[in-house]
């Protein structure tokens, strides 16, 4: 990959985290505002199902976002690679959900 498709793609991971998020809020907000709106008449078996409901829905953003956190280490590794002086690569470490990535070259 070229410099300019991996800076892309860095912006792009940029927005994509950006919209996951807005996304997660706005059912956070969605589940907050109906348990208090209607949490009393609610049945058991029905707030049950909100809480799964919700825990999926969570479980799935986070599984989302990891992965486009993976790409981004990656992405910015592969920059090293090609341009280790650039701006980008100058953090000594980048923080993945899994593993650090390094990306200082080596001496």
């Known amino acids: 990959m070229t410099e300019a498709e991996i800076l892309s793609q860095l912006m792009q991971n940029d927005e994509a985290l950006s919209t996951q998020i807005e996304f997660w809020l706005t059912g956070t907000f969605a589940v907050v505002i109906t348990t208090f709106l209607a949490g009393t008449r609610f049945s058991s ?3 049950w199902l909100l809480a799964i409901l919700y825990f999926f829905f969570s479980f799935i953003f986070f599984i989302r976002y990891s992965y486009i956190g993976l790409g981004t280490g990656w992405l910015i590794a592969e920059l090293a690679k090609a341009i280790p002086n650039h701006p980008i690569c100058q953090r000594p470490l980048v923080l993945t959900p899994f ?4 990306l200082t ?3």
């Open 45 to 47: 078996a029905l707030r």
């Open 99 to 102: 593993r650090p990535i390094k």
């Open 105 to 107: 070259p080596p001496i």
